[in-house]
């Protein structure tokens, strides 16, 4: 399951590139930070991998190494 976290500051960006990229799965507004708190969010894009059991196994994935992260952890 994928789900997409946006700052507040980039909710309308964000909502217009949902539509326009067709995006599939859900995006959420962090309003109140707590995502970014406690992810230690320190860009955007950045990228975490939780388990099936809600386990952060991979922590501020490089964008071009999420697919890789991804196939691996499918192995």
Same mark, same amino acid.
């Given at each position: 399951?994928?789900?997409?976290?946006?700052?507040?500051?980039?909710?309308?960006?964000?909502a217009?590139?949902? &539509?326009?990229? /067709?995006?599939?799965?859900?995006?959420? !507004?962090?309003?109140? +930070?707590?995502?970014?708190? =406690?992810? &230690?969010?320190? /860009?955007?894009?950045?990228?975490?991998? !939780?388990?099936?059991? +809600?386990?952060?196994v991979? =922590?501020?994935?490089?964008?071009?190494?999420?697919?890789?992260?991804?196939?691996?952890?499918?192995?």
């Open positions: 399951v994928f789900i997409g976290v946006c700052h507040p500051q980039g909710g309308e960006k964000m217009d590139t949902v &539509k326009t990229k /067709g995006i599939q799965y859900p995006v959420c !507004l962090d309003t109140e +930070g707590a995502t970014r708190k =406690a992810y &230690k969010v320190n /860009g955007y894009p950045d990228y975490y991998i !939780l388990n099936s059991t +809600g386990k952060l991979v =922590a501020d994935c490089a964008n071009r190494s999420v697919e890789d992260a991804i196939k691996a952890l499918l192995k």
